[in-house]
């Protein structure tokens, strides 16, 4: 599979780009994870969005959150895999990438994600620690964990 990436300010994405991802978040968050929640939480604008393509169109996303947005640390959120590359180590590409351009683009300090609960042994795979308590999000449970620089 040849894979390709773009990541941009909100204000650079074109229409089909801002649509391919939303179609993407949609179909894993809300249908395949069968979540009801307001996707567009008015964060996106102040983001920078990683796009991984392959022949197929867009195959992963993630969205890179500056300090004080979510958490007080630079954040990786709407992290996705489109389920037809699943298996295929797409996932541990984007988050390299996620990792290194929240470096390049917002600073090299701490990275905070909010994960679900069963990937902690790929993030922690990521060089990312575990803190605090489990929670709720949407009916997934969750935990929020920092990668230190």
Do not use: W
Request: aromatic share 10%; glycine share 8%.
């Amino acid at each position: 599979m040849t894979i390709s990436h773009l990541v941009k300010a909100f204000h650079e994405l074109t229409v089909d780009e801002l649509y391919e991802i939303l179609k993407l978040r949609s179909e894993v968050f809300v249908v395949e994870q069968n979540c009801v929640f307001q996707d567009m939480d008015d964060k996106d604008q102040k983001c920078y969005h990683l796009m991984v393509f392959s022949e197929n169109g867009l195959v992963a996303y993630s969205r890179l959150v500056p300090a004080g947005l979510s958490y007080e640390e630079v954040a990786i959120g709407r992290v996705i895999t489109a389920p037809s590359v699943r298996g295929t180590g797409l996932g541990k590409v984007l988050m390299e990438l996620s990792i290194l351009y929240c470096h390049q683009l917002l600073g090299t300090g701490p990275i905070r994600i909010g994960a679900q609960t069963y990937a902690l042994g790929f993030y922690e795979s990521l060089g990312f620690v575990a803190e605090g308590e489990t929670y709720d999000e949407d009916g997934i449970e969750h935990i929020e964990m920092v990668r230190k620089s």
